[in-house]
């Protein structure tokens, strides 16, 4: 019976160990980026919000969290492609398209907005003309953008659906007409300076709020210069994934048990005034002559 025999020589087995634990920490660094974008909500105040992760549903192309809203803030969404090709995104916040403002249903066919090669972008408002986008506010569901077209059938969900990019093989004998290109590039919508780009629905071309109840919305607030242009893009027929971040009032999260809001009393400092010391249990207390 054969046996393949492996020997460590003296000193190396350190060596052994340590490559051991980098190939480890290759693997977790990987999975770790596994998902084709990355996506948080960006807070005017706060910066980047804690996102409480809470499952994929099952399905492993869709990803889930929480995250805490605070009335009346100005947050933005923002996308990490971490490929390195171009992808698109559909949109929806309180389940309507940020860029068209209808229904969505994340399909291919929706407009949305492209992302270069590991590029990141925020997307910070309902687009309402070529440079222009009005910003996205907490704000309690009566007084959300989405309710004013009597929807509420994704209340406090930001939505995101990846497309990539379908190849297109280009024929040897096709020349291109770099100012032709230029001129064109005006039908085109792509967020500048570089910004974000989005897609027209039905082409193939790409767009490059006081505090009420236990559930929150999405409000149509300022109006913020946003330049774009916009970009051809084929997507797949295929989602790549799917990203939806539920965002609540804190004492939602709270009593849902996403966050521990359990207030700790401090030893050394009792607020309370009234308070005297109990008798020790266990037995009868009292002097005895």
Request: aromatic share 10%.
């Amino acid at each position: 019976m054969e046996r393949t025999c492996v020997t460590v020589l003296p000193g190396r087995q350190h060596l052994l160990l340590v490559s051991v634990f980098l190939l480890i920490a290759f693997v977790c660094a990987t999975a770790a980026s596994a998902a084709t974008v990355n996506v948080d909500l960006f807070s005017d105040n706060k910066g980047v919000l804690t996102l409480y992760r809470a499952g994929s549903a099952g399905k492993h192309d869709t990803y889930r969290a929480y995250v805490e809203a605070e009335k009346g803030e100005q947050y933005g969404i923002r996308i990490q492609n971490n490929t390195a090709r171009r992808i698109g995104v559909v949109v929806a916040v309180d389940g309507r398209n940020i860029i068209s403002g209808k229904k969505s249903n994340l399909r291919r066919n929706e407009r949305m907005y492209i992302l270069g090669p590991h590029e990141s972008e925020t997307y910070d408002g309902w687009r309402t003309a070529k440079d222009t986008v009005n910003r996205f506010y907490f704000t309690k569901p009566g007084a959300s953008y989405a309710a004013a077209f009597g929807d509420t059938s994704a209340m406090g969900v930001v939505a995101v659906a990846v497309y990539r990019e379908k190849d297109v093989p280009v024929p040897r004998s096709r020349v291109y007409n770099r100012e032709k290109e230029q001129k064109g590039a005006e039908d085109r919508t792509m967020p500048g300076e570089p910004g974000p780009r989005g897609a027209e629905e039905g082409a193939p071309g790409s767009l490059a709020p006081k505090r009420s109840g236990k559930s929150a919305g999405t409000g149509f607030g300022d109006e913020k210069h946003s330049p774009s242009i916009r970009v051809r893009f084929n997507p797949e027929a295929q989602v790549a994934e799917r990203h939806f971040l539920k965002y609540e009032w804190r004492d939602t999260l709270c009593s849902k048990g996403i966050i521990n809001c359990r207030f700790t009393r401090n030893r050394f400092w009792n607020d309370d005034d009234d308070a005297y010391a109990p008798y020790p249990p266990g037995r009868r207390w009292g002097r005895s002559e």
